[in-house]
């Protein structure tokens, strides 16, 4: 619990809502795909990505989502795409879709700190401090988490 309430606090980036960069070209779309290879759809998904983060790192929420969304068309499994249109629901005041699309991210990258962070952070903001807890202490346990 002190873990929650510390972390509580702590400020997003949206580096952390879009996941690593080396993570896009990645997702299960992609698989078949070489490391240095990146189909078209991946390449969409991630540019619609950029673009949401960047209207989101402005407070143009209704813009991050409609990019989000077409990245999400682009490539429906993209956790990172979904990690972000959870906070852009959020600040919109949409908690439960807000919810159900950090809980699909964390389906889809289950050991994703990024995620569990930003899943914690908005369990925070509505009082739900132990299951925050829980996800804290999952993304500190998580080797690649860097934050």
Same mark, same amino acid.
């Given at each position: 619990? *002190?873990?929650?309430?510390? *972390?509580?606090?702590?400020?997003?980036?949206?580096?952390?809502?879009?996941? !690593?960069?080396?993570? #896009?070209?990645?997702? %299960?779309?992609?698989?078949?795909?070489?490391?240095? /290879?990146?189909?078209? %759809?991946? &390449?969409?998904?991630?540019?619609?990505?950029?673009?949401?983060?960047? @209207? +989101? %790192? /402005?407070? $143009? #929420?209704?813009?991050?989502? %409609?990019? =989000? &969304?077409?990245?999400?068309?682009?490539?429906?499994?993209?956790?990172?795409?979904?990690?972000?249109?959870?906070? =852009?629901?959020?600040?919109?005041?949409?908690?439960? &879709?807000?919810?159900?699309? +950090?809980?699909?991210?964390?389906? *889809?990258?289950?050991?994703?700190?990024?995620?569990?962070?930003? @899943?914690?952070? #908005?369990?925070?903001?509505?009082?739900? @401090?132990?299951?925050?807890?829980?996800? #804290?202490? $999952?993304? =500190?346990?998580?080797?690649? @988490? !860097?934050?």
């Amino acid at each position: 619990l *002190l873990l929650a309430t510390l *972390l509580c606090g702590a400020v997003l980036s949206v580096a952390q809502a879009q996941g !690593r960069p080396n993570d #896009f070209g990645r997702s %299960s779309s992609n698989a078949g795909a070489g490391p240095d /290879e990146e189909s078209d %759809s991946a &390449k969409r998904a991630r540019i619609r990505l950029d673009l949401a983060g960047a @209207y +989101f %790192s /402005e407070g $143009r #929420f209704d813009n991050a989502l %409609s990019e =989000v &969304k077409l990245a999400l068309a682009a490539d429906p499994n993209l956790p990172q795409a979904l990690n972000l249109q959870g906070l =852009v629901l959020a600040a919109l005041g949409e908690e439960q &879709k807000a919810e159900d699309s +950090f809980k699909r991210a964390l389906q *889809l990258a289950s050991t994703d700190g990024d995620v569990m962070h930003n @899943y914690g952070w #908005f369990l925070c903001q509505r009082g739900r @401090y132990p299951e925050a807890g829980r996800l #804290f202490e $999952r993304a =500190v346990a998580t080797p690649q @988490y !860097r934050t």
